[in-house]
């Protein structure tokens, strides 16, 4: 088993929200990549990072701290929130993050979620933040009935059968 420790990034600092609440947040008090770094002495071999103003905005808002995070540690670095494009994608990738995580795009069902998909095959990661039967999209602002997730045929790189 593998434990994979997350760097919750907002404003450029390391924070935690309450259930997911924008307005109910902790601010820790050492910068992102000093967090990195604890984690990894503290044997963790990869790290989960998200930019949530990028999940609540939908545009990364953070890059120059992921690419700070990413250079501060040999451990492998994921990166999601706000990764609409595969623009993005690529951008974080050619940071040297190991892989970008997708939420919004995937459950929306965008047909950049499927770019995303093709163009960094191997290195997508799709992440479904649920609770009471709804998947939130937006930094889970946004919230719908998962009873199908819109596009799981780019999910599985097959084509969707209504």
């Excluded at 990195?36 to 103003?53: F, I, M, S």
């Excluded at 994921?78 to 892989?99: N, P």
């Excluded at 997730?149 to 599985?156: C, D, K, P, S």
Aim: proline share 2%; net charge neutral; aromatic share 4%.
């Amino acid at each position: 088993m593998e434990i994979i420790p997350a760097i919750d990034i907002m404003g450029g600092k390391c924070v935690r929200l309450k259930r997911g609440e924008k307005k109910e947040v902790t601010v820790y008090p050492l910068c992102p990549e000093e967090y990195a770094k604890k984690w990894r002495e503290e044997g963790a071999k990869t790290l989960h990072v998200v930019d949530l103003d990028g999940a609540f905005t939908g545009k990364m808002e953070n890059l120059e701290t992921i690419a700070m995070i990413i250079g501060s540690t040999d451990a492998k670095v994921q990166v999601g929130g706000g990764i609409r494009t595969v623009e993005t994608a690529k951008k974080i990738l050619e940071m040297g993050a190991e892989r970008v995580i997708v939420s919004t795009a995937a459950l929306s069902g965008e047909k950049e979620a499927e770019k995303i998909f093709s163009e960094c095959e191997g290195k997508v990661m799709v992440s479904l933040d649920c609770r009471n039967e709804n998947c939130g999209r937006h930094g889970r602002v946004r919230n719908r009935c998962n009873g199908h997730i819109e596009g799981r045929g780019a999910l599985r790189n097959e084509p969707e059968s209504h």
